[in-house]
């Protein structure tokens, strides 16, 4: 087998596995705490998801499942480097079950509050306020890596900036909203997407 078709392997298991946890985590979420319509996250953040999300899914798919699509943005990396991320990658999987369980019915599919929604300080969210971010973009960081793909890591980029400063302020805003001081004690204890050294 191929390096490059062992590095694909690893990705279609990590982001299959990925996708189940959040799929059965979000699954009870909607039954014990209902949903939120995503059109009431307004017009930017739809726009986003739109705009930025589908084209995202399709670079995957193709990297997983037709990469000589994308063959034009290969620009070739050390082999130490592309296994590393592959075992960043990897240990999404644990991150990624860590943080579902830690959120319990509080998942929600958008930035905002459900009725009853509870703020999750305990697990991964005592260090980090947005852990469910920091793993979807690490894992897209490790897989623009593994693909040794200059448009996959420049939409990672783009990713953490996006999410850095547009979505996270957005749902923080209406966290303070819906939590008050403890949210904003909260935040200054906390990272927003990596924990706080000092």
Request: charged residues 15%; aromatic residues 14%; contains cysteine.
């Amino acid at each position: 087998m191929n390096t490059d078709l062992f590095l694909r392997i690893i990705f279609q298991v990590v982001f299959s596995l990925v996708v189940a946890i959040s799929s059965y985590y979000r699954r009870r979420a909607r039954q014990e705490g209902g949903t939120i319509a995503r059109k009431e996250e307004g017009v930017l953040i739809l726009a986003l998801r739109m705009l930025g999300g589908l084209p995202l899914l399709v670079a995957l798919l193709l990297y997983a499942f037709h990469p000589q699509a994308l063959e034009w943005s290969v620009s070739p990396l050390p082999l130490w480097l592309r296994f590393t991320f592959a075992g960043i990658a990897l240990l999404c999987i644990p991150a990624s079950l860590w943080v579902f369980r830690s959120l319990g019915k509080n998942v929600s599919e958008t930035i905002l509050t459900k009725k009853g929604h509870e703020l999750v300080t305990h697990g991964p969210y005592h260090w980090v306020r947005h852990p469910l971010y920091a793993t979807a973009l690490l894992l897209l960081v490790s897989t623009s890596v593994m693909a040794e793909s200059w448009f996959l890591f420049a939409y990672a980029i783009a990713a953490v900036l996006i999410f850095r400063f547009i979505v996270i302020p957005q749902e923080e805003k209406r966290l303070v909203a819906a939590f008050g001081n403890e949210y904003r004690e909260y935040q200054r204890r906390s990272g927003a997407l990596l924990p706080k050294i000092f």
